[in-house]
């Protein structure tokens, strides 16, 4: 199992270069990787900073030299596919293939999508999606590509560069919903938004049914978030989820402390997220510190 840090784009964390400096504080604690949120707005109330996520993960990738960089997740429905496959690119040959696309629906599409009159729907949000996924991988074959959907249309054109290193995509999805795990299927990991929450059991299901609609025998990531700290209860915790997820991202924000989404607007335990991040990650057979 690898480890990384789920970190907001947003508040304390709303500038390239805080970003950039928790990154490296990661790499040499012994995280595996780095995975930021990617929001506009995130509630009503919001009067934070925010920052861009590829800008962020290029200040990123020039800071470290190991550690795994993505989004988890950017919605495709309120980006411009190609755009999107332009950024991903330049960064992916940028930080000399150490980029994943986490993608989903996205959420709250209250705030991140209506105030800028995007669509809300998730049927439609799910069509977007699955179209800017096809669009996606035909611009980055490099070769000849066009493309006559229900929400896009692209001219004949090639496109490049292409990735030197292919760039692998990770779908988040709602389990028991089954159509983000048919479109996880179809690419190179899944994240169940549930959790650790939900325990191995559910992770199974999920697990279970991606492998069942899999074209490929082929390996794929299964994505575990949750909360953790240096004590035995967490080592245990984790070592439940061994031999189902490849990754633990830990939640490195405030609502590790019990807050919810209105209570990200207020001041951040700065201090104790940093303090989480330099503490490292907790492997399932780690002793308890003293």
């Known amino acids: 199992m690898k480890f990384g840090v789920h970190l907001p784009n947003f508040g304390a964390f709303g500038h390239a270069e805080v970003l950039a400096e928790v990154a490296v504080v990661a790499e040499r604690a012994g995280w595996d990787g780095v995975f930021l949120w990617d929001h506009l707005l995130f509630c009503e109330l919001d009067r934070n900073d925010h920052v861009d996520p590829w800008i962020a993960l290029t ?8 550690i795994t960089l993505g989004t988890l997740v950017t919605p495709i429905a309120r980006r411009r596919p190609w755009e999107l ?14 980029l994943i696309l986490g993608v989903g629906l996205g959420e709250p599409a209250e705030w ?21 996924l096809e669009i996606l991988a035909g611009l980055w074959s490099g070769r ?12 004949p054109m090639t496109f490049l560069p292409k990735p030197a290193v292919p760039i692998p995509i990770w779908v988040g999805g709602a389990w028991p919903h089954r ?28 697990v279970d049914y991606v492998r069942a609609h899999r074209a490929t025998e082929e390996d794929f990531d299964v994505v575990v978030s949750g909360r953790s700290e240096h004590d035995r209860e967490s080592a245990d915790t984790i070592a439940g989820f061994d031999g189902i997820a490849t990754w633990w991202l830990e939640d490195i924000s405030p609502l590790r402390f019990g807050l919810d989404w209105p209570a990200l607007a207020d001041p951040w335990d700065t201090a104790a997220l940093t303090e989480r991040v330099l503490a490292g990650p907790v492997l399932p057979s780690s002793p308890p510190r003293r």
């Open 59 to 66: 200040a990123i990738a020039a800071a470290t030299t190991t």
């Open 85 to 98: 496959a332009r950024q991903a690119v330049s960064l992916q040959n940028f930080s000399h293939g150490r």
């Open 112 to 132: 991140d999508f209506r105030f800028f009159g995007d669509p809300t729907d998730p049927m439609v949000r799910a069509e977007m999606l699955d179209e800017g």
């Open 144 to 155: 000849q590509f066009e493309f006559d959907g229900a929400h896009y249309r692209l001219e």
């Open 179 to 206: 159509r983000p795990f048919r479109r996880a299927a179809r690419h190179h990991g899944v994240v169940p938004m549930g959790g650790a929450a939900d325990g191995p059991h559910v992770l199974r299901q999920a």
